[in-house]
């Protein structure tokens, strides 16, 4: 018997994991998946549809209670990190998935504090894994929605089908109207960056 892929999806809050990974997750349905988001375990709506969503996803998951108030105020690196220590199962993955230190979109910090967070408990090997990436999309500073990066290094143009359910995720699960940003946003290409550790 062939052992699944294992995967770990790291993302700061639920819907993260749909918009920016969630056609690449539908892809592999064979995948040992496991979805940590940093934020909203209290959030009596959010919360629930993140559940929910892991139920589609065919994934596994949990959630953390980060700080995720409208100010948006810096957290300390300690703190993030030990949140993902604790949430993140203690095991070697095949492959890990998180935020661009850069974020997504201009701008959200919580995005780039989960990024740096996982980058450098990978660097001090607290995390384990054969392969880390990294979302790869960006907004021309705000001029447009967030747009896939063609140079990055793994680019998927999703089918039809899978981008229907993705985005039924979104609208349906989440319960975002059709006329929100996060439905306006979903990309119907994906695109994550291998980082290279570099001992």
Known sequence: MVNKKTVAIIVAHPDDETLWAGGLILNNPNWDCFIVCLSRKYDQDRAPRFYDTLKILLAKGVMGDLDDGPDQHPLEETVVEQLILTLLPHQHFDLIITHNPKGEYTKHLRHEE???????????AKINTSELWVFAYEDGNKS???????NATSYFILSNEVWQKKYSIITDTYGFSK??????????????IELQFNK
């Open 179 to 192: 006329d929100s940003w996060e439905a306006k946003t979903t990309p119907k290409k994906e695109a994550f």
């Open 114 to 124: 989960t990024s740096k967070a996982v980058i450098k408990l990978w660097h001090q």
């Open 144 to 150: 447009y929605y967030p747009r896939a990066a063609q």
